[in-house]
């Protein structure tokens, strides 16, 4: 299989975020910025093996110290997408394109080693400034967001709210954990062999 067949399927899917996000100034997840499908260069200096690019398509910034999402072609045929973190780390984040939309929905910068991956929003700051289309985006399109409870008044967080969140944030780790378990050890095996790991 050539580098355009891993790639197509996997460009194509984000074909609606790229509509929405086309001419967006502000932050809609904390950190995520989209980059073009065949802009590898945030990916490229991991290995010099051709191959290694040939399986990812770049899908965005994670963070704003260099983490970086893609697709990864995965050897089941399915495109999971995947986090090369800034302080080290390839993991799996979700198992298709509709799980990771709603995994953004948190609004939260990915931390990221080694050994996984998390998302934490305590609700404490502010939502990014796109958030509510964002989500409103998301429920046009059939799929479950997944969000936080803002304090807008005196940055305290009541019982309601926390409850709230926790199960936000026990849906988006199931999310993680389910891709970590069908793609965790094929991608850890993948990058090892390109010396990565």
């Not at 067949?5 to 996997?10: D, K, M, Q, V, W």
């Not at 080693?113 to 509510?132: C, K, T």
């Not at 799929?143 to 409870?149: A, D, G, K």
């Amino acid at each position: 299989m050539t580098s355009a067949e891993f790639h197509r399927p996997a460009a194509d899917e984000l074909a609606g975020l790229r509509a929405f996000d086309e001419g967006r100034a502000d932050y809609y997840a904390w950190g995520f910025e989209l980059t073009a499908p065949d802009d590898t260069t945030a990916i490229s200096g991991w290995s010099d093996a051709p191959e290694w690019a040939a399986r990812l398509t770049p899908i965005g910034t994670a963070n704003g110290s260099g983490s970086v999402y893609a697709h990864w072609a995965a050897a089941d045929g399915a495109f999971p997408v995947i986090i090369l973190g800034d302080e080290g780390g390839v993991r799996p984040v979700a198992v298709n394109t509709s799980e990771f939309l709603r995994v953004l929905s948190l609004d939260a910068e990915p931390m990221v080693d080694w050994d996984g991956v998390a998302f934490y929003n305590d609700g404490v700051e502010d939502p990014s400034a796109g958030h509510d289309e964002y989500v409103g985006w998301l429920t046009e399109r059939g799929l479950q967001p997944i969000v936080v409870s803002f304090d807008e008044d005196d940055d305290v967080i009541d019982d309601d709210q926390a409850e709230a969140n926790d199960r936000a944030h026990d849906e988006v780790n199931a999310i993680v954990a389910t891709a970590e378990q069908r793609y965790g050890d094929e991608l850890n095996a993948w990058a090892k062999a390109h010396g990565i790991g």
